[in-house]
């Protein structure tokens, strides 16, 4: 792990760094707080979004106390322009993180995995898979989304059937690294808010196309999401929901949460927010966030 910067002191202006995975990939992520030393929270985001969309949230926990916060960008996402919208597999996206993780857990005393929306489930994935290890310290999903709504699930099906149909009808056999699968989902899906929907929509960094392989690998982490969540041994959960969220279906991801983490219950909060609740109340869900931490 690398970063632009040696300096070592703590800061809430953030350091872009980079992390090599084991195939010579540059896996670029945003840093708040200190390289090193105590607790740090490090955030997966979404699918069509990147690290720069936490930076409310981890201005607000910097701010508010002394833990670090990190958000990575996974592969062909966000700063990361090598291989754009495309991901390989279903293990090499968890090596990635894994890889990155066991970094910061040499340099840091604590490390608390987060995921926001689609991250929060390869977050789940990600802390079944070392639980017991003593890398991770803890689990926080904010609008994780292991249940859509019925019309959120409606528009992936049909967007997904529509492009196989296309694909078929022109009897294409499209590059397995060509980024041509629109991702359906609007700036409207996250904030209601205006400055914010701006800023959705003219984001240079999201992702508008992916890959086959990466709709694939979707597909599968979103289903391995499902069936880990009974392994997370004794790892703590915080789970946030936004209330007025229009992808998840809110009751029935919580209710799964009580029903598989067998371990130590989850602690489970709903803020009166959209699906990005780091940008409705960034302020409520870094005291919550930071609260649960200071109480493991």
């Not at 090599?20 to 740090?40: I, K, M, T």
């Not at 899906?189 to 999201?206: G, H, N, Q, S």
């Not at 602690?267 to 966030?289: C, K, R, Y």
């Amino acid at each position: 792990m690398t970063g632009t910067t040696t300096d070592l002191t703590r800061t809430t202006e953030v350091v872009i760094g980079t992390h090599e995975q084991s195939d010579g990939y540059l896996s670029h992520y945003r840093l708040w707080g200190s390289p090193a030393g105590g607790d740090v929270v490090v955030i997966l985001h979404g699918g069509v979004s990147h690290s720069g969309w936490q930076a409310p949230l981890a201005k607000a926990v910097v701010e508010t106390s002394d833990l670090s916060f990190v958000a990575l960008d996974r592969r062909g996402s966000g700063l990361n322009q090598e291989s754009r919208g495309h991901l390989p597999s279903e293990a090499r996206e968890v090596e990635d993180v894994v890889s990155f993780l066991r970094s910061l857990a040499a340099t840091y005393r604590r490390v608390h995995l987060a995921g926001w929306c689609f991250g929060g489930q390869i977050a789940s994935i990600i802390a079944a898979e070392l639980a017991g290890q003593g890398v991770i310290s803890s689990l926080i999903m904010v609008a994780p989304g292991f249940v859509f709504t019925e019309r959120y699930g409606d528009v992936l099906r049909l967007s997904m059937q529509a492009v196989a149909e296309v694909v078929e009808e022109l009897g294409v056999n499209p590059a397995r690294d060509l980024a041509f699968v629109p991702v359906p989902l609007q700036p409207i899906d996250f904030t209601t808010d205006e400055a914010w929907l701006r800023f959705a929509t003219d984001d240079e960094l999201k992702l508008r196309r992916v890959t086959q392989s990466t709709v694939d690998v979707w597909n599968q982490l979103a289903d391995r999401s499902r069936a880990v969540l009974s392994d997370l041994g004794d790892i703590p959960v915080l789970a946030v929901f936004g209330a007025e969220d229009r992808l998840v279906d809110n009751e029935k991801v919580a209710a799964m949460l009580q029903e598989q983490v067998t371990g130590i219950p989850p602690v489970i909060h709903f803020l009166d927010a959209p699906h990005a609740v780091q940008f409705a109340m960034p302020e409520t869900l870094a005291a919550l966030v930071t609260g649960f931490v200071a109480g493991i």
